[in-house]
Nanobody, 123 residues
Framework: QVQLVESGGGLVQTGGSLRLSCAVS????????MGWFRQAPGKEREFVGA????????YYADSVKGRFTVSRDNGKNTVYLQMNSLKPEDTADYYC????????????????WGQGTQVTVSS
């Protein structure tokens, strides 16, 4: 069983930074491609970024490209989302997700999900 726990959310001013973490249980982390998604109030969940199993490939939504960075530490079973130059429109609940083997960018490609962590960017 794969369990994901996000942390690091909070309140930040426009232009500020936050780093989200997602700790993954189990000994299969290096077999998992990881993704980050977000859901703003009243909106559908959307793709933010993803990283391949060995960290060699990353993918980003156009809205966050150049500001957000996904990374992973396979020794710590943890994936990160570094968020810089935050904007009010980045306000959302952020979720990490996992799937075995290949990296995906679509919600329905991911099998395992965390409970989410809230990010609020004040103007």
């Amino acid at each position: 069983q794969v369990q994901l726990v996000e942390s690091g959310g909070g309140l930040v001013q426009t232009g500020g930074s936050l780093r989200l973490s997602c700790a993954v249980s189990g000994r299969t982390f290096s077999s998992l491609a990881m993704g980050w998604f977000r859901q703003a109030p009243g909106k559908e969940r959307e793709f933010v970024g993803a990283i391949s199993r060995n960290g060699g490939s990353t993918y980003y939504a156009d809205s966050v490209k150049g500001r957000f960075t996904v990374s992973r530490d396979n020794g710590k079973n943890t994936v990160y989302l570094q968020m810089n130059s935050l904007k009010p429109e980045d306000t959302a609940d952020y979720y990490c997700a996992a799937r075995f083997w290949s990296t995906g960018t679509a919600i329905n490609e991911y099998v395992y999900w965390g409970q989410g962590t809230q990010v609020t960017v004040s103007s």
